[in-house]
């Protein structure tokens, strides 16, 4: 009996031989995810409009991210570790920040995850009712972030910006303190 190839991965392996090399380079290419281009009433973004942090050469941390020690502290530590380490019980969120994709992250707090299965046990709460996490949850996740990246070491920041007005109002709304 003769083994025939489908049809689907010769078709795609043509396709990439006639993308070229540029097309390959393209698709490997990792998207910079930490660099701030552009900073709006105290919050920083990457190319990509994702949050980011900002640490300024003399230590200073935007506000977001300093937040983000806090709150992390207050509500995520007890499972994933100080400064995001990780732990016996929880994997390390300043990877998860580096490597899964921003709205990938939102979706596992806000939702929660579940795997168990014979290789593992692993299941995250839903955060997506809690307004601690869910009102500072881009705070958590550029504070991962800068973990993640080794930008930021362990420890409480030692200087921080200013809060702005419009994350004081911000915060207000989503906490329903008006």
Same mark, same amino acid.
């Given at each position: 009996?003769?083994?025939? =190839? ?18 390959? %380079? ?11 281009? =552009?900073?709006?009433?105290?919050? !920083? ?11 300024? +050469? ?7 991210? !300093? ?7 207050? %509500? ?43 290789a593992e046990h692993s299941v995250m709460p839903a955060f997506g009712e809690n307004a601690n996490v869910m009102c !500072?949850?881009?705070?958590? !996740? ?11 070491? =362990?420890? =409480?920041?030692? +200087? ?10 911000? %915060? ?7």
């Open positions: 009996m003769t083994r025939t =190839r489908p049809a689907i991965p010769l078709i795609l392996s043509a396709l990439t031989l006639f993308a070229g090399p540029a097309g390959a %380079e393209d698709a490997s290419a990792p998207k910079d995810n930490i660099t701030a281009v =552009r900073s709006e009433n105290g919050r !920083y973004y990457t190319a990509d409009d994702v949050p980011t942090f900002n640490i300024a +050469k003399d230590g200073t941390v935007d506000w977001m991210t !300093y937040s983000g020690f806090r709150r992390y502290h207050s %509500e995520c530590h007890v499972c994933h570790g100080p400064e995001g380490e990780g732990s016996s019980y929880a994997p390390a969120l300043k990877n998860s920040a580096i490597n899964l994709d921003y709205y990938a992250f939102l979706e596992v707090v806000t939702n929660g995850r579940k795997k168990v299965n014979v !500072y949850l881009d705070d958590i !996740y550029t504070y991962l972030k800068a973990r993640g990246s080794g930008a930021l070491p =362990r420890g =409480r920041p030692a +200087k921080k910006e200013a809060k702005s007005d419009e994350i004081r109002d911000a %915060e207000k709304s989503c906490l329903g303190s008006n």
